[in-house]
């Protein structure tokens, strides 16, 4: 692969690092974000664009990349994918974020990955072809209270006719709210358990209120209200209680490549940048690049590279199932946020007012990982629950312990 504009510039001196990756693999990765690029270039969905017309496009874009099988890549074999690397997901998730943070389910299962992994075979059957055909699959986790208070669910279940349940309550902050075809939603069961099940989007008892999000607004977002929705025996993921455990290992995974996304948009940030003050040079607007441009793009692209490294690091420990896996989501999520948000406002202001047009992809960006700070957990909640089990790994009852899995915290996600 030789080393080109956009995504693959910053990614091409990684390849040779990340050892599950070979020549074919690489070869997709370009395959897709050429696909990705001449699919933007008729169908853009930057700001400009109406929430419907923009939503629209953002899954035809998903459907389009399905049916070239660019969607399911890094997707596992046995779960219809193409079954190249899991770490190939974030560098894919990196090249998204640098045409547009909402191209973030442009690819792979996402939420869907719930399924994949916990689903009965009745359910897991029925979902897993249309996800991978370009469905999008939600999750509602959060409520009013709060998305890091996951422990104190008010959503609850009580016994319907047949074996059933029937769930009441309301989810808010949802993302994907009128696009996703299934939702992945966390309730009390009749126990008093946290536990997961699949709810069809178009589930009698299901209402939606719509919210304006200040970015990340290429997803209808708001609230999911449930009220008696009935849930089958065969909808439930994992086992009644399961809740908090899932939600541990599902993020483990999914909070990396919300990170590479929101690094990818750094990175474009980087490139527009630069690319603006070369112009400026050339053109003769400017007679020289000022020292603190220079240190500024020296030093923010060192800062976005060292925060991507870290995420494939967490992408890894994730997929082999790592005691340290859940520590490392919650801290290089929280990092890599905070270092694609400070660089892309840093450089902006190189770029002048320019950067502070409504439409100005730096403007959008800016907003985006603004967002980010808060979907998906909010930053300094990530850093603390880190902090909390690498306390207790620390500990030294926990020492002979140590490559166990960390006990359930109540920190967990408000989603992006």
Known sequence: MTATAGAVRWLEPLWPGIAELGPLDLARAEDFENALIQLLATDPVGRGIDAATRSARLRAIRQALAATGLLGLAVPARYGGCGHPPVLQALLQFTCGYYDV????????????????????????????????????????????????????????????????????????????????????????????????VIDASAPGLTRRLLTPSGLSGWAWGELHLHDVTVRPCDILGQPGDGMRLVREHFARYRPLVTATALGAAAAAHDDVTTL?????????????????????????????????????????????????????????????????????????LAGASAFVEDSRLAKAHDDLNALQYADGIHDSLYRSAGRDLTALASPGNRDSAREPAPARKEAPVHA
Do not use: M
């Open 277 to 349: 003050l070369s112009r400026r040079l050339r053109g003769g607007t400017i007679t020289r690049i000022r020292d603190n441009a220079y240190i500024t793009l020296g030093r923010t692209y060192a800062q976005v590279n060292a925060a991507l490294l870290a995420t494939i690091k967490a992408t890894q420990l994730a997929e082999s199932s790592h005691p340290s896996a859940f520590s490392w989501a919650c801290a290089v999520k929280a990092h890599g946020i905070d270092v694609a948000h400070q660089a892309v406002a840093e450089l902006a202001l």
């Open 102 to 197: 909402d191209l973030r389910d442009s690819t792979g299962l996402g939420h869907g990955r719930l399924i994949a992994d916990h689903a009965t075979p009745q359910v897991r059957d029925r979902w897993l072809p249309r996800l991978l055909a370009g469905a999008v699959p939600g999750i509602a986790i959060t409520e009013h209270h709060g998305g890091s208070q996951v422990h104190a669910t008010r959503t609850s279940a009580r016994p319907g006719p047949g074996g059933t349940w029937r769930v009441t309550g309301i989810k808010t902050w949802i993302s994907r709210l009128t696009e996703a075809a299934a939702f992945c939603s966390f309730f009390i069961s009749p126990a008093g358990g946290l536990t997961a099940a």
